[in-house]
């Protein structure tokens, strides 16, 4: 079995800027390139003070709340805030949860207007309660080219893997080959996508065999890809949406806690087949072609 490289150092950071959740972030070594990556990202998030321009689908357009407080990162990968979260909400009067739960009902509504039912879905699926796993449809979730972009990059990730392992085999030589590559992505701020989910990760995992024959190297292989992005919320956050004001993220808190709703996780899976051919050259370029099948 070929190992290409440390699992470690692919490690998906699940950072995101959506309307209605905050994805857990996970701690690593301050030098990983990753993790440097995420505190830019959290860095500029930050700094952000004023709503994004409003566009195509505007019912729940993202932005931190007037005086947003800081995130911190905890031991344990999850978001936290000092002195608010899950635990230590205090429950309003039951007017005031009246008044916050009927501010969810009517954005259900102003999205299913708009054609955006997955959205609303998501949202009315968070306030039932239910928790768990959510299954969203893949021909869905691919009619984003977001999404086929970020599955496009680890197919030519895995390419470039089996392309240098062939050069690696001799005349009569087979390999096998496992790995497994995880892309994150968000949709564009005027796709329905953006406010279903915000910023997800596609993790794709292949399973190859290289055999060679004189010059030419035969690859097969299978992968699974796996969107996920987990539907939550984080104290401090929140989101300026026409027509509700600022809905800060303490809202969402509250309902959990005093009305019985339940973050959940989100998720899509596809298969897709891999077939290629690799030509050794002894000096020249090799020559290599893949093609690829499936949803």
């Known amino acids: 079995m070929f190992s290409s490289k440390v699992a470690s150092e692919k490690k998906a950071r699940e950072t995101n800027n959506g309307t209605f959740f905050q994805p857990k972030l996970a701690v690593n070594d301050s030098s990983d390139r990753y ?3 995420a505190d830019a990202t959290a860095e500029r998030i930050m700094r ?27 031991r344990d990968g999850e978001s936290t805030q000092e002195g608010l979260n899950e635990e230590t909400v205090t429950c309003p009067p039951s007017e005031r949860l009246d008044e916050i739960e009927q501010n969810y009902r009517s954005m259900i509504q102003s999205a299913r207007e708009r054609g955006a039912d997955v959205a609303a879905d998501n949202l009315d699926y968070f306030l039932s309660g239910a928790g768990g796993t ?3 449809g893949v021909e869905w979730l691919r009619g ?29 030589d087979t390999r096998s080959f ?5 892309a994150q992505l968000t949709g564009g701020v005027t796709t329905e996508l953006y406010y279903a989910s915000g ?23 299978s ?28 809202d969402g808190l509250v309902m959990q806690s005093c009305r019985g709703a ?33 949803p």
Do not use: C
């Open 223 to 250: 992968v699974a890809h796996r969107w996920y992005d987990p539907y939550d919320w984080h104290a401090g956050l929140g989101a300026y949406i026409p027509g509700h004001g600022n809905v800060s993220d303490t």
């Open 48 to 74: 952000m003070a004023e709503p994004a321009p409003q566009s195509g689908i505007d019912f729940f357009s993202p932005a931190l709340s007037p005086e947003p407080q800081t995130i911190f990162r905890s």
């Open 35 to 37: 993790e440097q990556e």
């Open 134 to 136: 959510r299954t969203l």
């Open 262 to 294: 339940q973050p959940f996780q989100m998720e899509a899976t596809w298969n897709q087949r891999v077939s290629g051919t690799v030509r050794i050259r002894d000096y020249w370029f090799n020559s290599t072609s893949f093609s690829w099948t499936g």
């Open 199 to 221: 910023t997800s990760t596609i993790r794709s995992t292949g399973n190859f065999t290289l055999d060679r024959i004189e010059d030419i190297v035969n690859i097969s292989g």
């Open 144 to 172: 984003f080219s977001e999404v086929t972009d970020a599955e496009r990059k680890n197919q030519e990730r895995f390419e470039n893997s089996l392309a240098d392992i062939a050069d690696t085999i001799h005349h009569g």
């Open 178 to 182: 496992d790995d497994y590559w995880d």
